[in-house]
């Protein structure tokens, strides 16, 4: 049954995973070399930087038209994690906090000391982690389809990924990608290994730290994710949401969840996805300590 489900789960895959992102005259790829890495990172637009962090076992190209959708206002910095696409493994296992590192390292390397972040999934996770060890690089944070702790995901989507085998990839869009850009092709299964052992290690992020975090965060779900959406709701109230807004006003953080969607159909939704992510990046933060206008005018008529 453990077998058919992950059968079933990648046949999704295949449909739901968006095309690679279009051709555009404004892109800069290169290399940094940061940790022991050398990672690949393109640059698509111009504008207010927005680093884009993929999913697990995925590349660039796999995150499909959000790319050139955030471009078209944004100067997006586009970045493989290690093992990921063009970005050839090492011997350490990947975990979270590395390769929030090695990210910052990347963006420092290339002249970029503050910027607002995109993650999905992985990335995501990656992105939380930026905004505790990294805090001044972070204005701004969208987090989306990511836990803070090993309660954020189902228990039967835990016993899954313990099942996975790269026979269970065999012709998938992710074996193909990893076939396509690797450095060594031949260490797919050696990355199936360092990943199940990062999603099924006990994840246990103080939730202090997430209260700590200081960047305005908007988290986003699929309503049928394999993130609990309670966990979502615990971790917006973390980030400081879940407040009567019209009594204390809005909060800096934000929560999304998005109807009729999947953790593997979230990106197939770019139209969407920009509608929300686009105003959040735009708004103004505001003050703390911050009340409603009504209340406000109401107190001077007094």
Known sequence: MRKRTLVLLLGVISIAVAVPPSASAEIKTGYASVNGLKMYYEIHGAGKPLVLLHGAYMSIDLMGEILPALAEHRRVIAIELQG???TADIDRPITYERMADDTAALLHQIGIEKTDVFGYSMGGGVGLQMAIRHPEMVNKLVAAAATYNSDGLYPEVIASIEGITPEAFANSPFEKEYQRLAPDPESWPVLIDKLKALDTAVQDW????????????LVIIGDSDIVRPEHAVEMFRLLGGGVPGDLQGLPNSQLAVLPGTMHLTLLSRPELLVLLIEPFLDAAV??????PRTKRQGEQAK
């Open 84 to 86: 990921h696409g063009r």
């Open 286 to 291: 505001r003050e703390a300590g911050w009340t």
């Open 206 to 217: 103080p939730a202090e730290s997430i209260k700590a975090i200081k960047s305005p965060t």
